[in-house]
């Protein structure tokens, strides 16, 4: 099931970083472990004043810095920096869809790994907790959900993936739900 998966999820992507239009830019790891069941490392990011993603689910990443050649480079990095774990002995299987972010003033490059071997998650400052979430249960019809949010004064509802206490939205349901749409 895992390689078939993998090998499903791979035909979606592309090889060649998406080009973008935005001075800020951020790259995001889409991580695939087959273990005994495929899953995606998803983290709930740390409660932060003035980070606009406070507390929210997401894949390890950010914001593109000086010295980082590709997306690529930048996932690799933030990955290391947030969860402890090094990409560059794993899998690159290409770029998700270029995302912009609800202000309109980042785009984000969904770089997508498969783990060739197990690793040890260390989460940093930036991460509350982690969680290796079943491809199966994000699939699932009984994770479908929604999500309530206040955006520029407005209460709006957000389509949203709820798996335990993680509940996927935003950005990175938008990301996950395009990755996941050929597989």
Known sequence: MGSELVARVSKGLALQEPATSRQRRAAVSVIINDGERPSVLLIRRAERSGDPWSGQIAFPGGKMQDGDRTA??????????????????????????????????????????????????????????????????????????????????NRMEFPALKVG???????????????????
């Open 72 to 153: 690529r480079d930048t996932a690799v990095r933030e990955t290391l920096e947030e969860v402890g774990f090094d990409l560059t002995s794993s899998d690159f299987l290409g770029y998700g869809r270029l995302t912009t972010t609800h202000t309109g003033t980042m785009d984000v490059v969904p770089t997508v790994f498969h783990l060739k071997r197990g690793v040890t998650v260390v989460p940093n400052e930036e991460v509350a907790s982690f969680r290796w979430v079943g491809l199966c249960d994000l699939a699932s019809p009984g994770a479908r959900s929604s999500f309530m949010a206040t955006f520029q004064g």
């Open 165 to 183: 206490d993680y509940t996927v939205w935003g950005l990175t349901y938008r990301i996950l739900t395009s990755i996941l749409a050929g597989a």
